[in-house]
């Protein structure tokens, strides 16, 4: 009962949040939840067991000539010692790369991501995290067909008459973030709320010589993921998030459910379905989803299935979208690890 009545106000703090319209420009996951790190640095370490390693890739408008490639990949780690009572330390590295348009406007991103994480009982964890690293944009003229290449017919041979100063941008970039970890009735049921704050710096990236400076604007989110223990085998999930980047803005909402084929263990198996719907103004895409849990490994994979005005060239085609975890578990002298009473 007091389970129940824990989780009565969390789908409320998602409802909120999946309806609230909030300001995105950075490379994003409709998969957000299986791309923690791109969501706050303070999910660094928020896991059950030692080492995780994540894959995320996603193709997007590929029926029409500007699709979107992006790729991310991830590593992070949880330390825990007898020495630091009731309390941990994340970190890991993740590394951004994304490819749009004709000039191959691309984004790569290389950042650290370190946190510590507060042990406050058997139920209850808050994680402070950082990222600090290196983004760089760049793109491709010469993939580019401009106004001074056309007569009759168009001539590549011809000149642009633009002049790039410069094709790519360095920067420093850093983050930070809040979490909440709770995970009541012996974990089989628990929630993740928190925030992440990105481009705590406003980092220059501008390609122009001169004409001032282009600011990368700070990118807030805010998420709640909940999973939800219901009868014998299944288990109920529950998300959102709202990200605000200057004037862009996205909100999802989603849900599903998680039913396990075996829960014997070293031979845990279990199967989940979801669907999602992402706000970008009043609408703009229905997200269905399955992912496949076998052991300390999960592969997932979702359609964007598209309503925004865009239609008119996709043909409702959003894209697809694949993760893939794996997390490794080690097993040491119990008189030199100190166990996570939540882990």
């Not at 699709?67 to 009572?85: A, C, L, V, W």
């Not at 930070?176 to 974990?187: I, V």
Request: charged letters at 15%.
């Amino acid at each position: 009962m007091k389970a129940n009545l824990h989780f009565t106000w969390i789908f409320l703090v998602l409802g909120l949040m999946g309806f609230s319209s909030l300001q995105a420009q950075d490379i994003h996951f409709s998969q957000y939840y299986n791309s923690p790190l791109n969501v706050s640095p303070a999910l660094t370490g928020i896991f059950r067991g030692d080492f995780r390693f994540i894959g995320n890739y996603r193709n997007q408008w590929s029926s029409v000539p500007v699709d979107y490639n992006t790729f991310s990949g991830s590593f992070d780690m949880r330390y825990s010692h007898k020495m630091i009572e009731n309390g941990f330390f994340g970190a890991g590295i993740i590394l951004n790369s994304d490819k749009a348009g004709d000039s191959e406007l691309g984004l790569s991103q290389v950042m650290v991501s370190l946190s510590y994480s507060q042990v406050m009982n058997e139920s209850n964890i808050f994680t402070l995290g950082f990222q600090i690293g290196a983004g760089q944009r760049s793109f491709k003229p010469d993939k580019l067909q401009l106004g001074n290449q056309f007569g009759d017919i168009f001539q590549a041979t011809n000149p642009t008459g633009e002049n790039f100063g410069n094709t790519s941008s360095a920067y420093t970039d850093i983050s930070t973030g809040l979490n909440w970890h709770f995970q009541p009735d012996g974990g089989k049921s628990s929630l993740d709320l928190g925030m992440g704050i990105f481009h705590l710096n406003r980092p220059k990236q501008n390609f122009m010589e001169i004409g001032g400076d282009s600011n990368l604007p700070m990118r807030f989110s805010t998420y709640a993921i909940a999973e939800i223990a219901g009868p014998d085998k299944l288990s109920y999930l529950i998300h959102a998030i709202g990200q605000g980047e200057g004037a862009f803005n996205e909100g999802l909402v989603g849900g599903g459910v998680k039913y396990w084929l075996s829960q014997q263990r070293g031979k845990e198996m279990a199967i989940q379905f979801e669907t999602s719907y992402r706000f970008v103004g009043p609408q703009d895409a229905v997200i269905p989803s399955v992912e496949v849990h076998y052991l300390m490994w999960k592969v997932g994979f979702s359609y964007d299935v598209n309503l925004s005005g865009f239609t008119r060239a996709t043909n409702s085609r959003g894209g697809p979208e694949l993760s893939i975890e794996y997390i490794l578990t080690k097993v040491g002298p119990t008189k030199e690890i100190k166990a996570c009473p939540i882990f």
